[in-house]
């Protein structure tokens, strides 16, 4: 799960950096603009939620080591 999650998380990350050079800041919510900015948006909700996933796991095998 781990490297699961650290995979996604480096994709995630590329696609803010694809999507970031395809922005066009005169017109930010036309066009192509507006598709990058919501991926970049759903990008960094992927990141978010993983790190998340990753968190309450190391909490589980914790609790589970306590037990």
Request: glycine share 4%; with cysteine; net charge positive.
């Amino acid at each position: 799960m781990k490297y699961f999650t650290i995979l996604v998380t480096i994709i995630a990350l590329g696609l803010i950096v694809y999507n970031a050079t395809m922005l066009d800041f005169d017109n930010l919510f036309e066009g192509k603009s507006i598709i990058a900015l919501i991926t970049i948006l759903a990008s960094l909700c992927a990141i978010a939620l993983l790190q998340v996933l990753r968190l309450s796991k190391r909490v589980d095998q914790k609790l589970k080591g306590r037990n």
